[in-house]
C-alpha cells in the first residue's frame, strides 16, 4: 500500500476523484479515503497533526512492512514560480534544528530542492527553497515505519516572493494540485512499484502454507524452513512443485534434514 | 549517471571539491554538515538506493591509513590500506560493501593530503624497511578516477618514496591518467578477474573479461607493474571448466613473464555483514550454495575451499611459473 498524507481536503480532491477513493466511513478520527492500492488521510494543518496522521494511518492498517508514503502539499518557496512542483531532497525543521534527507532513488519528474517546515506560516522567503508546515512531522514518523526510500515529499508553490502569502481559496488550493497531477501520478506510480519490488522478494516461499498446514513448527523452525526452501527453490526451482518432498514428514526435525538432503543434491551452476 | 551530490558545508570550497563538481552539469547540490547524516542513517536500502546513487564529497578526520587484515597482502610485515573512496560504482553480489554499509552512495573524501602525511607518517616508524600500500579496499581504485583524479595525486607521493609500494586493485578499465604518466617500480595495478559466467551474473555493471585484459596489455606495454587477484573463488559444480577457460584465455593475452604478482582467495564475508547480504538479496543463488560459517566468517565448506584454492593455484602454476603467486585465505 502507499498511503497518502495531505493537509487540506480541498488539496486531496483531485486524487480523491483521479484514484477513484472511497471515503472509509469506520474510521473517525480523520477523513481517511482508500482503493486497493492507496491510502489517503487528511491529516489538518501543521507537522503535529502530519505527525499523529501518519502514525494513526500505519496503526489502523496493522503497520505492515515495506509501506510506501508520499506528502503532498503546498509551499512557499522563495522564487519557484507559482504552480511549480518540486520534490523535497532535504527537509529542515526550523524549531528542532532536525534535518532529514529524503533518499530519491528514481529519476523524479520535477526539479527537487530542499525544504523548511516551519510551525507557523511565514512569508520572510528567508531560506533559498520551500517553506511549509507539515513535512518534518510527516517525514520523521513515516521513516519510522519503513525504509527512507519509500518516503517522499511533494510541494507545489502556492506564493513566493513576488506573489507573497495570501489567503488561497479552497478553489486555487485544488488547481493547483489539479495541474500536478502527472508529477503526482508518476510518483504514486514509482513509489508503489518500488514498494512491490521489496515485498516480493520477502514473500513466503512455494509450500511454506502447506508445510504449516501439516507440522506444527515454532517460530525459529519457520525461520529455518523458510530458509530451506528459498535456497531449495534458488537452485532448483522444480524441486519445489514435487509434492513428494512433505510425505512422511512427521516433524520439524525430519523435514528440515530431508531439506538439506534434497538441497545438497543440488547441481550448483551460474548460467 | 549521478544526478545528486551532497557537500558537507566545511569543504564546499575545497579545490577537490570545486575540480569534482566541474565534471558534472545538471546535477543537485544538496548541502549538509556531515556526510554521516545521509551516509550512516538508520532504515535506508541499499538494494534500492543501488539503482540510483549519490556522490558524497566530505572530509576524513581520522583512520586515514589502517593496518591490513593479516594475509591481505602480497609480502613484507608493513601492509596497510588506505580507501579514499566508500562503495563503489560497480555492483558485485559477493561483495562485502553491501553487508558493511547502509547506504549505496559513493563518499568521497576529498582531503587527499591528509592520506599522503599519514602515509608518510607511517613510512617514518618504518625507517629502514619497505610498506606496502593497498588502495581499492572499501572501493574500487580506479573506477571513478577520471572524476576524483586521486590516482595522479596519489603516484605523485610515491614517485618519491622508493620503498613505499602503492597497490590499486581496480576491476576498473579506467587508466587513461597511468598511461599518460611515467610508470614507477614501487606501483601495482592488481585487475580481479572472474570467469565470464561469473562475470556476466555476479559483476554487475563491471567491464567485460576482454576489456579488462585490454587494460592490462596497454598497462603492462606501457611498463606498468600489473597484477592479477582471482579472487573471490566462487564454487560451482563445473568450475575446473570455468576457471580453466579463464586461466587459459589471461594467460594467451598477458605476457605471464612480466606479471607482477597473482592471487587466489576464496569467497569469504564476515557472518554479520553477510546476514545482511542475505536479507538484502534473498533471491541471489549464491548465498545458496555449500556456504559455511567458521570462527565468525561464511565461506564454501573448508574441504571446497582447499580443493579450489590448490586446483587453481596448481594451474596458474603450470601457466606462470615464474610469476610470484599466493593464496589469500582471510
Known sequence: ?271 | MISTIYIENEICDHPVTRKVLSRFTNVNIIECDRYTEIFNRKAQNFRLQKKNPSLILAKKHSGFVLEAPDDYGIEGDNNYYFSHMLNCIYDCRYCFLQGMYRSAHYVLFVNYDNFTEEIGNKLKSHPDEEAWFYSGYDCDSLALDPVTGFADFILSFFRSQPKAHLEFRTKSTQIRSLLKSDPIDNCAIAFSLSPENITQVLESKTPSLFNRLDAMKKLQQAGWNVGIRFEPLIYMDDYKTHYSQLFSTVFDQLDADQLHSISVGSFRVPKGYFKNMVKLYPDEKLFAGPLEESDGMIAYRLELQEEMLTWCSQQITDQAPSCHHYQCRN
Open chain 1, 1 to 271: 500500500m502507499l498511503t497518502i498524507v495531505m493537509a487540506l481536503h480541498c488539496e486531496a480532491s483531485p486524487l480523491i476523484s483521479k484514484y477513484k477513493l472511497k471515503k472509509v466511513t469506520e474510521v473517525h478520527h480523520y477523513q481517511y479515503y482508500q482503493n486497493n492500492k492507496i491510502n489517503l488521510v487528511i491529516s489538518g494543518v501543521g507537522k503535529a497533526a502530519s505527525a499523529s496522521a501518519t502514525g494513526y494511518s500505519h496503526a489502523i492498517n496493522g503497520s505492515p512492512p515495506h509501506t510506501a508514503w508520499l506528502n503532498i502539499g503546498m509551499a512557499g518557496h522563495t522564487d519557484f514560480d507559482i504552480g511549480c512542483g518540486f520534490l523535497a531532497n532535504k527537509i529542515h525543521d526550523r524549531s528542532t534544528q532536525q534535518t532529514w534527507f529524503p533518499s530519491i532513488v528514481f529519476e523524479p519528474p520535477c526539479i527537487t530542492d530542499k525544504l523548511l517546515t516551519v510551525d507557523r506560516p511565514d512569508s520572510k522567503y528567508q531560506l533559498n527553497g520551500g517553506v511549509d508546515m507539515e513535512a518534518s512531522g510527516f517525514y520523521a514518523t513515516a521513516s519510522r515505519f519503513t525504509t527512507n526510500e519509500l518516503v517522499q515529499c511533494y510541494k507545489v508553490v502556492s506564493d513566493n516572493q513576488r506573489s507573497p502569502m495570501k489567503k488561497i481559496s479552497t478553489k486555487e488550493a485544488t488547481d493547483l494540485i489539479q495541474k500536478k497531477l502527472d508529477d503526482i501520478n508518476f510518483l504514486v506510480e514509482q513509489l508503489l512499484n518500488a514498494r512491490h519490488a521489496l515485498s516480493a522478494l520477502y514473500e513466503s516461499p512455494i509450500m511454506f502454507d502447506e508445510i504449516c498446514d501439516r507440522i506444527k513448527l515454532s517460530h525459529t523452525e519457520q525461520l529455518q524452513v523458510k530458509d530451506r526452501l528459498r535456497k531449495l527453490y534458488l537452485l532448483n526451482p522444480n524441486a519445489l512443485t514435487n509434492k513428494a518432498i512433505l510425505e512422511n514428514q512427521s516433524s520439524a526435525r525430519k523435514l528440515l534434514s530431508t531439506l538439506d538432503h534434497i538441497i545438497a543434491r543440488q547441481e550448483i551452476s551460474f548460467p
